[in-house]
């Protein structure tokens, strides 16, 4: 398993929890829950990123 590819998966999602927040009301990209969903998402690109790879043998 490469670790460039988990560390793109973690950045990704990461960036992409960061703006939910945004999405719902809270036009503070530094606030705590951008804080929250940014850690919860790149948790979840990771996970995404082992799975794949033990699924597909990457």
Not at 25 to 35: A, F, H, K, T, Y
């Amino acid at each position: 398993m490469n670790k460039s590819v988990i560390l793109l998966f973690a950045a990704v999602f990461g960036t992409l929890g960061a703006y939910v927040s945004v999405l719902f009301g809270d036009n503070s990209l530094l606030g705590g829950w951008s804080i929250l969903c940014s850690t919860l998402g790149g948790f979840f690109g990771i996970w995404l990123a082992v799975w794949l790879a033990k699924r597909f043998e990457w």
